[in-house]
């Protein structure tokens, strides 16, 4: 069974929630039934607590599922449990980035607006320390740590299944200098080395674009399978927030669509690229 320990204590949190809701109980009444408390079936629903097998066979007897679907989240449990490559990297990658990076892993489509530094995705070494150097109270072996896992998360481009990825990129983030002019001439020559990717799209929002429907940074993420619903992310400095009510994600795709939009084509982007690169070469 393909996927990252995250996407598959998600989907192991939706099935049960699915279970109970077709079944038509709460969670207090579930765990009453099972000796259990309300909170602890919650928290399995919500991905906040551990699941063990032996706790999907009770529910699954209760509930009267097919021997099939019980074996199905039985070894989505157990492969939940196991750790990501991501998180061997300690205070480098704090624990509520884990699990963006988890669901990141499995996305089929990948949809960011970056307002103020460029997408994590196309950044290179040099500019994703700096910013680090900046922005974190680490120490210098968590910084190499983070940097190193930025850089590994970009393989997700380039390999043969890579998500249709699709990058709005506001002019700010070409003309805020991170660090000297070199490293923002080697960063933009890395922005257009991954607007060049079969499955990559890349556009500028420029100064003069005008109003446009969008007030910070997003990520929107899409998967492969339907019964994984897409989901919205935004981060801050010590948390993030997920988002997966379809309200959530009509409104944040309807903003994504106006940002495409205001934006400028690929092709004008790319030109628009290579003349702030000038800018730093001189």
Known sequence: MAGSPTARRRRLSIELKRLRETSG???AQVGEALDWSGSKVNRMETGSGRVQPSDIDALCRFYGTS??????????????????????HGAGVPEWFNIYI?????????????CEVIPGLMQTASYASALHRTGAHLSPQDIDRAVQVRI????????PDAPDAWFVVNEAALRNVIGERDLMREQLERVLETGELP??????????????P??????????????????????????????EGEHH????????????AAALSPQRSTRLIESVLKEYTR
């Open 214 to 243: 969008a007030t910070g940074s997003f990520t929107m993420l899409g998967f492969p399978d339907q019964e994984d619903p897409d989901i919205v992310y935004r981060d801050g400095i010590t948390d993030a927030v997920y988002l």
């Open 25 to 27: 109980y709460t969670c």
């Open 67 to 88: 021997e099939e679907l019980r074996e199905f989240l039985k070894a989505l449990a157990r492969q939940a449990k196991t750790r990501g490559w991501w998180q061997v």
């Open 249 to 260: 994600v009509r409104e944040y795709t309807r903003a994504f669509d106006g940002l495409r």
């Open 199 to 212: 499955s990559t799209t890349v556009q500028v929002l420029p100064f003069d674009s005008g109003s446009y």
């Open 152 to 159: 590994e998360r970009q393989a997700m481009l380039t390999r």
């Open 102 to 114: 988890g669901l990141e892993h499995d996305a089929s489509t990948f949809r960011q607006y970056q």
